[in-house]
C-alpha cells in the first residue's frame, strides 16, 4: 500500500488470484494454468481465512491456541 493509501493494481484475475497463490503456495504460473482446476482454485480461495480487527485504536493481541495457558482466556472469549 502506498502512503496515500491507495491500492495500485491486482483488479483482475491475474493479479488478485494468481498472484496470492504464487505468493501463498509457492505455485507457478504453469501449474496454475495446466495442474489444478480452476473450479479447485475458486474453492480453495473461498475458504480461505482472513481476520479483520474492528477495533479503533485498541490494541490487539494474537493468542495462540497451542499454547496450554491459554485456555481459560479463550473460553472467556467464547463465553462473551
Avoid at 36 to 55: A, E, G, K, R
Avoid at 59 to 76: C, G, P
Wanted: glycine residues 8%.
Amino acid at each position: 500500500m502506498s502512503a496515500s493509501g491507495r491500492v495500485i493494481g491486482g483488479r483482475s484475475l491475474w493479479g488478485n488470484t494468481f498472484h496470492l497463490l504464487m505468493k501463498e503456495f509457492g505455485w507457478t504460473l504453469d501449474y496454475i494454468l495446466w495442474g489444478i482446476s480452476f473450479q479447485n482454485v475458486q474453492m480453495l480461495l473461498s475458504d480461505t481465512i482472513d481476520y479483520f480487527s474492528d477495533t479503533k485504536g485498541n490494541s490487539t493481541k494474537t493468542i495462540s491456541a497451542d499454547d496450554e495457558t491459554n485456555n481459560e482466556l479463550i473460553q472467556q472469549l467464547f463465553e462473551k
